[in-house]
């Protein structure tokens, strides 16, 4: 079949390709150690449930305005405030079908064919993705395992061509979980503003720091409005995946042409869902703290878990719920490289993973610990057997 070229230009995302082979073996009853999904292990909070029940039994259950309903727009706007110390008005604001609609619409509503894109590597699998479908080029930037993927900002520096028109940061990052220093987050941000590039921050994760670090956006610096696009979700933040809710918050010209792309494309998002979210952002947030400390100790647990296997070395990541392992020293021997080591771990193993070729970083595993210690243990126990197994095989 003749498809278009922009359609042709994209590959389904490999992590959505991972889990759809896991569901097939769970179908069958198998017993699955799931480092697959991307997202919480926790129930969505009961009130924003309930307030989604009774936006049902309201009838919000119409069309809303393209951008959001009005008073979840303010919502966003004040709960960025509150969190960060941003100052972002409502014309600055568009709620998004979840936070990749929002990247999405923005990168087609700024890039066009000869553009170039700064992707750091390891990135989340949909950004290359995504620059590549508006006929821009991704290019990737590479950070180092060494420096704790972290990304700096002479690493910008030394990627920038005069087609560059973007730059992503995804901190804390999916897969590595590396946070970008606040203090060299400006610094990055300095650059690109000399050379008049966009930053796009993408703070889906920004409540999953551990330690010391304090959720940041470049957004709470005055001044740094006209540059940046924030990306955010309540995904991650609110354990409301399914729920499909997202914002952007940049300057009005944007947004505008962002809303326009959603009127026709998308429309609203989902009028019940914004109503779920009002509850979420004007809520408690206790539920955010309680999961922070549930992946605070899976991650000690896992990190040390995979040290202590063989040939796996391991970075502390200090956010989000991926450990990304460095299994490279297993790589060979009928295993050519880590999407592979993925496919073998799904099949003897019934191990769930993703492979780092899929972020730009080979030699590499993305695990997710958004599951139960007891499962961790159990992963642990399995993806040890099997390098154990793969070296006597040698
Ligand atoms: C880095 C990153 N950004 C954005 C998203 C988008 O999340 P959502 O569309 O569910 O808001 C994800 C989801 O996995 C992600 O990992």
């Known amino acids: 079949m003749q498809l278009a070229a922009r359609v042709n230009r994209i590959s389904i995302s490999p992590t959505a390709a991972v889990l759809a082979a896991a569901e097939k073996l769970r179908a069958q009853g198998v017993d699955l150690a799931d480092f697959g999904p991307g997202e919480p292990d926790f129930p969505t909070p009961e009130h924003i449930q309930r307030a989604a029940i009774r936006a049902l039994q309201e009838g919000h259950t119409k069309y809303t305005p393209t951008a959001g309903i009005g008073p979840l727009r303010e919502a966003i706007c004040k709960w960025h405030a509150a969190q960060f110390g941003s100052s972002y008005a409502v014309p600055e604001c568009v709620v998004s079908v979840g936070g990749k609609h929002a990247i999405f619409n923005a990168l087609c509503s700024l890039l066009d064919a000869g553009d170039e894109a ?26 180092e395992a060494s420096d704790g993927f972290r990304l700096r900002a002479e690493q910008v520096s030394r990627a920038i061509t005069p087609r560059t028109k973007l730059l992503i940061v995804n901190s804390p990052s999916n897969p590595s979980g590396a946070v970008v220093p606040s203090d ?18 993408d703070e889906c994760y920004s409540h999953f720091v551990y330690g010391d670090e304090k959720p940041f956006s470049l957004a709470s610096l005055p001044g740094t409005k006209p540059n940046i696009i924030v990306a955010g979700s309540l995904s991650k933040t609110f354990a409301m995946t399914g729920w499909r809710v997202g914002y952007a918050l940049a300057p009005e010209p944007l947004i505008s042409a962002m809303i326009k792309l959603q009127s ?78 993925c496919k073998q771990l799904l099949e003897r193993q019934h191990l769930v993973s993703v492979g780092g070729d899929a972020f730009g970083t080979p030699g590499y595993i993305r695990l997710s610990y958004a599951t139960s210690i007891d499962r961790i243990e159990e992963g642990l126990r399995r993806l040890e057997k099997f390098f154990a197994m793969a070296e006597a095989a040698r």
């Open 118 to 143: 700064l992707v750091p590597a390891p990135y989340w699998v949909s950004y290359p993705d995504m620059v590549q479908y508006t006929g821009a080029t991704p290019v990737p930037v590479m950070t």
């Open 184 to 201: 060299e987050f400006v610094k990055i941000y300095e650059v690109c503003r000399a050379k008049n590039i966009w930053l796009l921050t």
């Open 264 to 341: 026709q494309s998308t429309s609203n998002p989902t009028s019940i869902a914004q109503y779920a979210a009002l509850a979420a952002l004007t809520g408690p947030m206790d539920t955010v703290a309680t999961m922070l400390e549930e992946y605070s100790r899976r991650r000690k647990r896992i990190v040390a878990g995979l040290r202590s296997i063989p040939g796996v070395t391991c970075v502390e990541p200090g956010g989000a719920f991926y450990a990304f392992p460095n299994v490279a020293a297993h790589l060979g021997n009928g295993i050519s490289d880590t999407t592979e080591l």
